[in-house]
């Protein structure tokens, strides 16, 4: 029996390990330096940038109050938009691994979206003003 004790901190930082972020956390990961906390764009490193980060508080405004779940997706992958050379923005590798999920970014279509986009997705959804 005293076997099964020595093993539990081992059972238990298993568990951690396997812990996924949440999309909060990884926003504040992630995203704060430009966007800030409250995601309206006041990051710290923002001055420092040609370009202003966009005010991710407005998204649904802006969409004619619908939340962009699929744009904002693309926007973070980095494949549509993000990366067309002009953006500041980095490529989050951590977000686009681990498990994935199926998920309707709002178009109808539920397609396998990485798990930790979809967090974050989520969590800016909370966000909208
Ligand atoms: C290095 C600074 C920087 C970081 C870090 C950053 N962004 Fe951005 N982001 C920008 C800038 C600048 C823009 C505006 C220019 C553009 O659209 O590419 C932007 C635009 C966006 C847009 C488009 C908004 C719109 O109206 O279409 C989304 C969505 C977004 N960011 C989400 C995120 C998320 C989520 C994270 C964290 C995973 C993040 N950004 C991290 C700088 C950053």
Sequence with gaps: MRHFWML???ALMACVDRHEPT???DFQTFCVACHGTSGRGDGEAA???DRQPADLTGLSARN???????????KIWGYTGGH???SPMPQFGPLLQGELVPYDGG???ASPTPVRLVGIAEYL???QK
């Design 23 to 25: 999309g909060r956390e």
């Design 47 to 49: 001055a420092r940038l």
């Design 8 to 10: 539990l901190p081992l």
């Design 107 to 109: 178009d109808g279509i």
């Design 84 to 86: 067309d050379g002009t």
């Design 125 to 127: 959804k909370t966000l």
């Design 64 to 74: 004619n109050g619908v939340f962009p779940g699929t744009r904002v997706m693309a």
